[in-house]
């Protein structure tokens, strides 16, 4: 009853988001649809891909039409939102979290003139690209800052969805934190969703509970932020976006996902005839992660040690997974200057030595 009734509002939202012009033929422009997992106005994830649904209208005006959708819970109800949108004419679809990919899969195949992008995923089709982001390059300097700043020495973290993007965040945090800091441990809560404030709010307490003076999360509202600030001794960053309405009280620096670049690449080549299925991964170096401002809350040289990690990542000189580095069980995965491979790493599924717990299957 719970996802009939989200998808009646998602379909609502789409009536509304593409306005009375809905189901009407739009030959003269390429019409771009977006579904997203959560509201565009949460401050994370889905209001910086809105923010890149916005570049693509600034940036062809009159020449292109975009629609979208917004709290389209992942599994079935996806699948009847992104074909509907498909029906409705879409030259483009952007389905923006990682439970869309079967069902975008399953539609590209009803659509073949349709162009599909998932986000996150791993499969692909002739008419489907993918395109992700290394936030865990982001999440290395996070460690960073965290394994310096922390005085209890320990970080809560609090995880959304146990997938390898989830666990290489994890992995990349506390192989940087304990880097700097060999004392600190790490607390991981998982709530099993990526937007749910009131979640993602009992997790952060629960970690300051636990002696947490830093929380980190891979979760899109800013209600670890909040909770940070009400227990006043707390700092954390800002996750997907600035989250910068913070930034005088615990977010001491935050990741950023930075997607106009890419829409707009993406929505030219369809509007040009260029495109063609591709898998994009990008991070610091390209700018498609950025490194939201290091506040004044964080000691100079602090600062200056993350920058210069953050540096040294986007020239390439730097890797954020370099052995060694053995998994949690003890045995070895990256000899002394070894780097991880991308395939590895896009299927991680393993906690690094020094982590406690296990990772939810």
């Known amino acids: ?77 996806a699948e009847r939102v992104i074909t509907q949108m498909a029906l409705d004419g879409a030259d483009l679809i952007f389905t923006t979290s990682f439970g869309y990919m079967d069902p975008t899969i399953n539609v590209a195949a009803k659509f073949p003139d349709v162009k599909f992008e998932h986000a996150t995923g791993y499969k692909t089709a002739p008419n489907v690209s993918v395109y992700s982001a290394r936030f865990y390059e982001g999440r290395a300097v996070q460690g960073t800052i965290a394994g310096r700043m922390t005085e209890s020495n320990v970080i809560g973290y609090i995880g959304s969805v146990p997938i390898p993007e989830v666990v290489r965040g994890i992995n990349s945090a506390f192989i940087h934190a304990k880097k700097v800091n060999p004392d600190v441990q790490f607390k991981i809560v998982w709530v099993y969703e990526w937007f749910n404030p009131a979640k993602e709010a009992d997790a952060a307490k629960v970690l300051i509970e636990q002696g947490a003076d830093v929380i980190l999360q891979h979760t899109d509202s800013t209600a670890p932020l909040a909770a940070a600030a009400e227990a006043g001794n707390v700092i954390g960053f800002g996750q997907a976006s600035d989250m910068a309405e913070y930034k005088d009280g615990p977010r001491v620096s935050s990741i950023i996902d930075n997607w106009a670049p890419y829409y707009i690449a993406r929505t030219k080549a369809v509007m040009d005839g260029t495109w063609e299925s591709t898998n994009t991964w990008d991070g610091i170096g390209p700018g498609m992660v950025g490194i939201g401002e290091i506040t004044d809350k964080v000691p100079a040289d602090v600062k200056a040690e993350a920058e210069a990690l953050q540096a040294s990542i986007a020239s390439g000189e730097y890797h954020a997974f370099t052995g060694p580095i053995k998994k949690q069980d003890g045995s070895d995965w990256l000899a002394e200057g070894e780097t991880a491979d991308d395939g590895t790493l896009a299927g991680m599924n393993f906690y690094v030595e020094g982590l406690e717990g296990e990772i939810p299957q």
């Open 1 to 77: 009853m719970k996802k009939r009734t989200l998808l009646k509002g998602a379909v609502a939202a789409l009536a509304l988001a593409a306005g009375p012009a809905l189901g009407e033929s739009h030959a003269e422009k390429t019409k771009v649809g977006f579904v997203y997992v959560g509201p565009v106005g949460d401050g994370g994830w889905t209001y910086e891909h809105d923010q890149g649904r916005k570049a693509v209208e600034a940036e062809f005006g009159d020449a292109v039409e975009t629609v979208y959708v917004e709290n389209v819970p992942e599994g079935p109800d």
